[in-house]
């Protein structure tokens, strides 16, 4: 018999035992059990494409220690138990829930007794991000795809690093390569005693994919069209094509292997023309065109130097950085790139003959949350 067999045979013995004599036994009143305080206690904000990749993650066995106590949209949030386990949870939020606001959401959090307590940022929003540090300091953790701290102004990373330093721990495996093991192989060097001397790679899922495609038998603004169709890009292509985010990534690796860069000393060339920059989204995609002529030159004449086109970012020994479009070689890792892979080529003090390189997908909500996951996992 199973033990929950066994313990439901046992209730029921002792309510209607009945003694030696005829008499019946005194029933056994039953006990309520306060439900138990979860190992870890997560609150998630944002629940677009991501977020809501991790919501279907929390629903496996691999997050079975997790409770979420708190999720919100940008303009809602629920902290109501049944609410939250509902596999509609997302949807709801688009029509109901309370006004945002976080000092809710920390409230859930602090009421649930849990040792852990993670705030996740699934968003992009600058706002948020600033107040990354604040909650470290206030002994929450964070864990983060949100690149706009890290990679924005060094004051803020300058106040992120020093609440780390004395608050919670600050889990950002998404912020970069969508979880690729990058960041952690770079401490893990740094904390054996070796430093980064340069980085090259290819750190955008949507420009890798363009430019894996881009061969000049069709014009550019039709491959992004399509690369927009699939999901690689933003909903505005012009936040993939500006390198702005390829640069954020940039000052991300450089910082963390100690080289304290400022985003103006970050050499940006985007693929965006000025007449295109202050355009509406739909404007701007109406003209897509207008890009097609530019890059189309650009591709015969690395094809006829045996070059290809790839939009790299580099960080030389001088701590100088750039991201902008380049001829490789047919030879060079970047041209032997798939889908929408990125590729992180590191040279180190002793990785200095070859780089170490890591490549995978670096684009994609699945795994950009299993990233998420696995950086809240580490905190119990």
């Not at 054996?192 to 894996?212: A, K, M, P």
């Not at 038998?217 to 933003?234: C, I, M, N, V």
């Not at 790139?337 to 997908?361: C, E, H, K, M």
Request: hydrophobic share 45%; glycine share 10%.
């Amino acid at each position: 018999m199973s033990a929950v067999l066994d313990a439901a045979a046992t209730v029921g013995a002792a309510a209607s035992a009945i003694t030696a004599r005829g008499t019946v036994a005194t029933e056994v009143a039953p006990t309520k059990i306060a439900p138990t305080a979860p190992a870890i206690a997560i609150v998630l904000l944002g629940t677009g494409v991501v977020g809501g990749a991790l919501l279907k993650l929390l629903n496996t066995p691999a997050a079975a220690s997790l409770r979420l106590v708190g999720a919100a949209n940008s303009r809602r949030q629920q902290t109501d138990p049944a609410s939250l386990a509902s596999r509609s949870l997302r949807e709801q939020l688009n029509h109901q829930g309370d006004t945002r606001d976080n000092a809710g959401l920390l409230a859930a959090l602090d009421a649930s007794g849990a040792a852990v307590r993670v705030i996740v940022d699934a968003t992009a929003s600058a706002p948020l991000a600033s107040r990354h540090a604040e909650w470290l300091a206030r002994g929450y953790h964070v864990v983060t795809a949100n690149k706009a701290l890290a990679g924005g102004e060094l004051p803020g990373w300058r106040a992120l690093q020093a609440a780390v330093a004395h608050g919670g721990r600050y889990g950002d495996s998404a912020t970069v390569g969508a979880g690729l093991p990058v960041l952690s192989t770079l401490r893990r060097l740094r904390s054996c005693g070796d430093s980064l001397l340069t980085l090259e790679g290819v750190f955008s899922g949507s420009l890798s994919w363009l430019f894996n495609q881009y061969d000049g038998s069709r014009p550019f603004s039709a491959l992004l069209r399509e690369a927009r169709q699939l999901g690689y890009t933003e909903p505005d292509p012009r936040s993939d094509l500006s390198g702005e985010d390829v640069a954020r990534k940039l000052l991300i690796i450089a910082r963390n292997a100690g080289f304290s860069l400022g985003t103006d000393e970050v050499d940006v060339q985007g693929l965006v023309p000025e007449s295109l920059r202050a355009l509406d989204t739909e404007s701007f995609l109406a003209r897509l065109e207008e890009l097609d002529e530019p890059l189309a030159k650009l591709h015969a004449d690395a094809r006829s130097r045996s070059c290809v086109l790839r939009f790299l970012a580099r960080l030389n020994q001088r701590g100088r950085a750039r991201v902008g479009l380049v001829e490789v070689p047919l030879s060079h890792p970047a041209a032997r790139l798939y889908g929408t892979d990125n590729q992180f080529a590191l040279t180190t003090t002793r990785y200095n003959t070859q780089p170490l390189v890591i490549q995978g997908p670096g684009a994609g909500p699945e795994v950009t949350a299993q990233a998420l996951l696995g950086d809240v996992l580490a905190l119990a």
